[in-house]
């Protein structure tokens, strides 16, 4: 299954993993790069960069802490993310040149006992290849609700599975929900984590207004369309690999620097049939390339 198959699926399931309030935005550079076909041969002098901005804050209504550390919380969160493609010598019919991914959610985490924990969710996500409000249609907008068991088998090792339910190809479908998040806290911090894409990370602390960090994320975007009369999906994914500087202005509000490069990145379409989750009608790839990222963590 592609990974930004997961991420529209899934949004919801892992929006409560942040139980904290916090506002976070971010922008990504992904550098430009070679355009590879299915058979990775370089599409003549096709290259393509991209410019990815993100936004999200989770606000828990209410929150209460059990004996053992665990809480019962209510939240909303709300995410935006635009990507703006820089393409060259790349025909509309296989690239969109923008697209636009808003989301919101309701959501609830509480503990069953001292191994056990649940979390739910419920809300709705837009995904459109513009930034026109007046053009968007039910067809843009999936429904998502999520229920996810944790098992709690150390205090530093949780893993889970449970369920989702969504209209991602028209009409609703259940698809497994998966958790998995590992830390180790030293002198070194290393993190393990396989929400909203994944994450690998190991950090070391200098002093309390800087972290050092070696990092490897995942992530991805979709929109859904029509094209020659089919409703449509359009996916774009990244994995990259960097060092990450994080200034810290105080204990609550800091700001992650990462330079690195981008691994891996790839676009498709695919129909909005159950099909599409392990086959898509054009998989592209694009060279590595240069990647840098800034953004700015507020927690309250």
């Known amino acids: 299954m592609k990974l930004t198959l997961y991420s529209i699926v899934f949004f919801l399931t892992v929006t409560c993993t942040y139980i904290n309030a916090q506002i976070t935005v971010k922008t990504e550079y992904l550098g430009k790069s070679s355009l590879l076909d299915p058979d990775k041969n370089k599409i003549e002098d096709s290259k393509g960069g991209a410019l990815v901005y993100k936004g999200g804050i989770n606000l828990p209504l209410s929150m209460k ?22 393409n060259e010598n790349i ?9 636009m991914n808003l989301e919101l959610a309701l959501f609830h985490m509480r503990p069953i006992n001292d191994k056990w924990s649940m979390m739910a969710s419920a809300g709705f996500g837009i995904y459109t290849p ?22 709690h088998l150390k205090p530093n090792l949780e893993i889970g599975g449970g369920l ?3 209209n991602t190809f028209g009409y609703p479908m259940i698809f497994p929900a998966l958790y998995f998040n590992w830390m180790y806290e030293g002198r070194f911090t290393f993190k393990l984590s396989m929400m909203n894409g994944g994450e690998l990370l190991a950090l070391y602390n200098v ?47 800091s700001i992650p620097i990462t330079v690195g490069m981008n691994a891996t990145r790839s676009v498709y379409y695919t129909e909005r049939k159950l099909r599409a989750i392990f086959k898509s009608d054009s998989d592209l790839d694009f060279k590595e390339s240069f990647y840098a990222s800034m953004g700015l963590r507020i927690r309250f």
């Open 91 to 99: 025909s509309k019919d296989l690239f969109l040149s923008e697209m």
């Open 164 to 166: 989702a339910i969504n």
């Open 130 to 151: 513009n930034t026109r409000f007046s053009q968007i249609r039910f067809k843009n907008v999936l429904g998502n609700v999520g229920v996810t068991f944790i098992r």
């Open 65 to 86: 802490v059990d004996e053992n550390n665990r809480p019962t919380v209510w939240g909303i969160g709300a995410a935006g993310t635009y990507v703006s493609f820089e």
């Open 207 to 253: 002093n309390e207004s800087l972290s050092l960090s070696l990092v490897a994320e995942m992530s991805g975007q979709g929109a859904l369309l029509e094209k020659d009369g089919k409703d449509i999906m359009f996916s774009h994914q990244y994995a990259i690999m960097g060092f990450r500087p994080e200034i810290k202005i105080n204990k609550r509000i």
